[in-house]
């Protein structure tokens, strides 16, 4: 039987050993060592890596009691040196510790149980018995578990038999019934546990809650503890930093500063529609003098489909004529038409666009197109000018 290292003390990180099996599976090589510190996936808590003889460790599992280490090969001596990819190792130390806390305060501020426990390599997540949360809650809770790492409780784990545990508060009845292994934070909590813990909550040093999601009736929490919530905060800052940059004003001044922004933008669109609404008048001026019998069509460089739609409705209700247009820079055609010609525009599109590799169609009045080339959308637009004239 492995000597599980991780539960006589959650800082050993290093440490020699010997092989006393090596099994050869169909997903890859697995090494049975007489000592272990490495964790395998359980309780919420993903596995650890690290080496073994220098040799990368890429999973760790349980199976019936005995731990198995996934190796990129085998190792070429019996006897092994081992070491923990520690950072891993203690961030999930920092968030299962900074969980437990978590859970703990959400109990005592929000009367809310814990449902469930994640702990993933992008984000930390706890499901409450609650159907909602609000910011000044999340707020207290906060403050509350920051006071408790300030504190720096001491986190101490041993084992018990059932009618010891049976004497204990517990958060929650174990599954286990023999030798139970309890994680007491003093004066919180104790609480029937596996994980590998930190031995004070200071050494959590902060959890950060992100935010509340609503998920099936329930809430869930997403936190980050220790480093992670450090990293978040300067990525937050980094950008902070950069909008400051961008908007040349202190970080108080941003959000004033995007709403003053958004009203310029609302501002400078009104003025810009006025003067598409004032040129399409001239246009459609111009464009009515110079008609051809009926036929009034024009290529632009570049208008956008929206701007020809409206000149197109606008001209085919000021004159009985046919409206043709076409847009080069995003390959669009456009045709409308008055009420009397008797050209249904929609229809004319189904039947034709198919042979110029387009896609459309439209109301009798008003019909629009799209193609992939400029080439096929002029060739479609001087088809159409000869099939109406
Ligand atoms: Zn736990």
Avoid at 31 to 46: I, N, R, S
């Amino acid at each position: 039987m492995t000597t599980k290292l991780y539960y006589e003390s959650a800082y050993i990180r290093e440490w020699e050993t010997r092989i006393t099996h090596k099994l050869e599976r169909e997903d890859g090589t697995y090494l049975v060592l007489e000592e272990t510190a490495f964790y395998p996936h359980g309780g919420g808590q993903p596995c650890d890596l690290g080496w073994i003889d220098k040799i990368p460790v890429l999973d760790v599992v349980q199976e019936e009691g005995v731990i198995l280490h996934k190796v990129e090969r085998i190792p070429e001596k019996e006897s092994v040196g081992c070491r923990l990819d520690w950072d891993r190792r203690f961030d999930h130390m920092q968030h299962h510790s900074g969980q437990h806390l978590l859970s703990a305060m959400c109990l005592e501020v929000c009367q809310a149980e814990t449902l469930s426990f994640h702990l993933g390599q992008d984000y930390a997540t706890i499901d409450i018995a609650r159907s909602g949360l609000s910011q000044v809650e999340m707020k207290m809770l906060e403050l509350e578990i920051q006071g408790q790492i300030y504190l720096n409780r001491k986190v101490t784990n041993y084992r018990v038999s059932q009618e010891q545990a049976a004497a204990l508060p517990l958060v929650k009845q174990p599954k286990v019934t023999d030798d139970i292994r309890i994680v007491e934070i003093e004066g919180i909590e104790y609480n029937a546990c596996g994980g590998t813990h930190v031995m004070a909550t200071g050494e959590i040093g902060m959890v950060k809650l992100l935010r509340a999601e609503k998920q099936k009736g329930h809430v869930r929490l997403f936190f980050k503890c220790g480093y992670r919530a450090l990293t978040e905060f300067n990525i937050g800052t980094e950008i902070l930093g950069s909008l400051s940059v961008r908007f040349n004003t202190s970080k108080e001044e941003i959000l004033d500063r995007i709403e003053k922004w958004d009203q310029e933008q609302k501002q400078l669109q009104a003025e810009l529609n006025a003067v598409k609404a004032e040129n399409d008048a001239y246009l459609a001026e111009k464009l009515l003098a110079e008609r051809e019998g009926s036929l009034i069509k024009y290529a632009f460089a570049d208008k956008p489909l929206k701007d020809m739609q409206n000149l197109a409705a606008k001209l085919s209700e000021q004159a009985d004529v046919i409206v043709l247009f076409v847009s080069n820079a995003d390959h669009k055609v456009v045709l409308a038409q008055g009420e009397e010609s008797g050209l249904a525009c929609g229809a004319f599109f189904k039947q034709h666009l198919a042979e110029y590799r387009g896609k459309g169609g439209g109301s009798d009045k008003l019909a629009q197109a799209g193609f992939s080339t400029s080439e096929d959308a002029m060739a479609f637009y001087h088809y159409t000018a000869q099939s109406i004239n």
